[in-house]
């Protein structure tokens, strides 16, 4: 269940600020991890944060028990210390699941020691809307106690059976939902796929040519592993108004696999991916900026037909209300990619 409609934009706690009718306009083709307790990584993060859309401190996996306290101290340092706002760049954290030892603290810490810097919290393992109803009422509370003046949002991972299972009904639990990640490795592991890999295909996954009796090798042609769930999460992502992403891609010594992956993501509609290494920052950045040549043509079309009305012919290809909205879309993406980078904003001629 999701609050009546009536009550769903009020704040669950007295003091707390209300929640957002609409999603900030924001590029987040790029979330990069940080492992914050490395301070030689921490003292790059402004650096950092000119090159990317999103700068997201790990506190999750990969963070050692051990180093879990010193990674949130690390993170808290990091907001107070970079102004990422300057730079146009969101601060996102990655919060031990609410199952874990870790998970209180790093909640309440947080949310006390970042101030209005924090923009969103990225909440692991998400089965159900009931795990965001929880996150809502509980960071309503702290955001009350600490004064925010503007709501953090929230980040749901999907990487078990059982959240795919629920996944409509977790883009619809809150106002809070800034949109969903698809995370490969865990899901894998919910789901009993026999595979070791963080995201991307499998030589073994794939679809045989028929036998025509000749002797002759059969093609073999490899598919995506990842089409259904990737897809399902698109549109529940889209009906509820928060946005798609893709999530790690686990092979860094593959640059080209992981580059599909990600041009995989972008065609179904996603609107970035996670990087776990600086080399894929760039893959990312690439991949979902839309290409010159498309917007090219997408400019065509809304100059043909400004109000998207009636039918028009541009180069043999028909186009009509719905191509005048993909290309609006296109065209929209481009602006913001070029409001950030003035080499694309020269290739879009925007």
Partial sequence: MTRPPRSFFEPLALGAPAP??????????????????????RANAARTAVEVDVLCGNLEDAIAPGDKAAARAGFIEMAREVDFAAHGTGLWVRINGAQSPWHLDDVSEIVAGCGEALDVVMLPKVEGPWDIHYM??????LEARHGRKRPILLHAILETAQG????EAIALASPRLQGISLGPADLAASRGMKTTRVGGGHPSYGVLADNAGDGEPRAFIQQDIWHYTLARMVDACVAAGIKPFYGPFGAIDDPAGCEQQFRNAFLLGCA???????????????????????VAFARRILE????????????????????WKQAKGMVDLARQVAAKEPAMAAAYGL
Wanted: no cysteine; glycine share 6%.
């Fill in 272 to 294: 970035g991916a996670w990087s776990l290494h600086p080399s894929q920052i760039a893959i990312a950045k690439r991949v979902f900026s839309p290409d010159p040549a498309e």
């Fill in 136 to 141: 809502d009422q509980l960071l309503a509370v």
């Fill in 20 to 41: 957002m009718r609409e999603l900030p306009l924001r590029l987040e083709r790029v979330i990069h991890f940080l492992p914050p307790q490395i301070e030689k990584l």
């Fill in 304 to 323: 043909v037909m400004p109000d998207g009305a009636g039918v028009a012919m541009i180069d043999g290809k028909m186009q009509d209300d719905a191509t």
């Fill in 164 to 167: 795919v299972v629920n996944v």
